[in-house]
């Protein structure tokens, strides 16, 4: 059985006033090979074209850890956000990682807040599955619900074909 992303009560899909979820399979790459472009977020821009500026907090990083607070632009939006899952992937366990995320100020009607969490996860015959799921609050939420087509859904493919492209690129060069 394959693994489901944990939630926030306060992010349950369903709940809120949107919700993208983007998945792929793929063959020929590791759990191992995904896991460093994604838990590092300054190698985010370089692979996928709507993120930009991404800065870690504090003198942390450069990979997210619990609690490490950064900053990217995505979507139009200048994202702070807050890592509140890190479990990177072992043998027989898949890799977790999410953040808080929020643009405009609290009580404003700009205001949007995120749960944006990542699985990765080896499966049999050599293959990685790569899920991502983000659940939105907020009234820049509810437009993106009904904007056709989905922002929301097509950049977190954008996301996910650069990723596995990035790897496939990094395991060409080894």
């Given at each position: 059985m394959m693994n489901a992303i944990i939630w926030p009560d306060a992010y349950l899909p369903g709940f809120t006033e949107n919700f993208a979820s983007n998945e792929v399979i793929v063959a020929g790459l590791a759990a191992a090979d995904i896991w460093p472009l994604l838990s590092t977020p300054s190698r985010w821009p370089t692979y996928y074209a709507n993120s930009a500026n991404v800065r870690i907090h504090d003198d942390k990083g450069p990979e997210l850890a619990d609690g490490v607070q950064?900053?990217?632009?995505?979507?139009?939006?200048?994202?702070e956000a807050q890592c509140n899952e890190f479990v990177p992937p072992t043998a027989g366990a898949a890799g977790r990682v999410a953040w808080h995320g929020w643009a405009g100020?609290?009580?404003?009607?700009?205001?949007?807040?995120v749960h944006h969490a990542w699985l990765v996860?080896?499966?049999?015959?050599?293959?990685?599955?790569?899920?991502t799921q983000e659940t939105q609050k907020g009234k820049p939420a509810a437009a993106l619900r009904v904007a056709r087509p989905n922002p929301m859904v097509n950049g977190h493919q954008d996301w996910l074909d650069g990723l596995v492209a990035a790897a496939r690129e990094a395991q060409a060069r080894q």
């Open positions: 950064f900053y990217f632009e995505t979507f139009g939006f200048p994202v100020e609290p009580g404003m009607d700009d205001r949007l807040d996860e080896d499966l049999d015959q050599g293959r990685v599955r790569i899920l």
